[in-house]
């Protein structure tokens, strides 16, 4: 796992990271296919994917690892429990935006901690 750097905004501790790895072809295979027409739904201002347990997929089984990997290393540092916890994903899913396109303001009221790991970027414009 690479440095973590952590940015207070409001009261909500923000977490950013990189992977210490590529994305497999296989996994890129698999996002490309489910952002084929027929395998998403429009969203307000993009699409997302009909699968809304992506993880799950054998192709991200590592990924999955790597993911919940992070999530636990943000638990203990900004958490400290006093006992051993653990946390898991229960959804994921994937978010398509063209040029032109935007992701709504929204929230995920029943999640403890939620999370977004970018496929492809524009380092030029997506910070």
């Not at 973590?4 to 497999?24: G, Q, S, W, Y």
């Not at 935006?97 to 709504?104: L, M, S, V, Y």
């Amino acid at each position: 796992m690479k440095d973590i750097n952590f940015e207070l905004l409001f009261p909500t501790p923000v977490m950013f990271t990189e992977l210490d790895r590529d994305f497999t072809e296989a996994e890129k295979e698999l996002v490309d296919k489910h952002g084929k027409e027929g395998m998403t739904n429009r969203n307000v201002g993009n699409v997302t994917s009909n699968n809304n347990y992506i993880l799950e997929e054998p192709e991200f089984a590592q990924l999955k690892k790597d993911i919940t990997e992070v999530i636990n290393a943000y638990i203990k540092k900004v958490y400290k429990p006093a006992y051993p916890a653990e946390a898991y994903v229960t959804q994921s899913w994937l978010n398509y935006t063209k040029k032109g396109e935007f992701h709504h303001k929204h929230e995920h009221p029943n999640s403890f901690i939620s999370g977004v790991i970018y496929f492809q970027t524009d380092s030029t414009q997506d910070k």
